[in-house]
């Protein structure tokens, strides 16, 4: 089930204390309203009733999507999955995903990808590549990249990316053959995590891609 609890949360500019719907654990399935809210990044938004002042509050917050059998927590400062159930604890979540993510964009980047029937590393590997391209085409270094859609018909997987100090994304995307080999190499790199929540980013598809060189050398 889905968890709201009401704080107080003091304006940085007049210092009104707003009392602040918060929610820290959305189930996707039966609260749909609250999955449209992460996936239009609107979850996170607040405003000041007294003065109008708007900004992002973050907080650790589990999203979790119990048909598609994938969670997703959401810690700003990194940590805190202490506070999470575990497998050791709770035996049902076995066979879900679980991940970590930092930043609202990486959540709604996992529930994409999930949803899309992915596998998270093989598209980090994709996405890996593909900054290595722009960046040299562009002689820029791309600052993030986002999975955006994956269509087995047309054969693409395509991504949003944006270079550091620029605001406007550029698209790119490739065979979706080039997710197929990347799913080969990290199937082939055994299991992965220890059934805890984990991230699953660049620096992931670095380290899996360092192991598979060095088992191909």
């Known amino acids: 089930m889905s968890t709201q609890i009401t704080e107080e949360i003091s304006c940085p500019r007049c210092g009104a204390a707003v009392k602040t719907e918060l929610w820290p654990g959305v189930d996707a399935v039966r609260s749909p309203e609250l999955k449209a809210r992460v996936l ?4 996170f938004d607040w405003s000041c009733p007294e003065c109008g002042y708007a900004a992002r509050f973050l ?4 999203y979790h999507d119990p048909e598609r059998k994938f969670m997703v ?3 700003p400062t990194g ?4 506070a999470v159930p575990m497998e050791s604890e709770f035996p049902q979540l076995k066979g879900v995903a679980k991940r970590l993510v930092t930043t609202p964009e990486s959540l709604k980047e996992k529930i994409l990808i999930f949803e899309a029937g992915l596998d998270d590393r093989a598209v980090e590997l994709v996405k ?12 820029k270094k791309t600052a993030a990249g986002y999975f955006c859609y994956a269509d087995e018909t047309e054969n693409e997987i395509g991504f949003s990316f944006l270079f550091e100090g620029e605001t406007e994304p550029v698209r790119r995307n ?3 053959d080039a997710y197929r080999k990347s799913l080969e190499i990290v199937e082939g790199a055994g299991p992965f995590g220890d059934g805890g929540f984990f991230p699953v980013d660049g620096i992931t598809a670095q380290k899996i891609l360092d192991e598979y060189r060095e088992s191909e050398d």
């Open 73 to 75: 927590y959401l810690s």
């Open 79 to 82: 940590d805190g999955c202490e």
């Open 40 to 43: 239009d990044e609107t979850m």
């Open 59 to 62: 907080y650790p917050f589990l």
């Open 128 to 139: 890996f590549a593909l900054a290595g391209v722009l960046n040299k085409k562009h002689g």
């Open 174 to 176: 490739t065979r979706m």
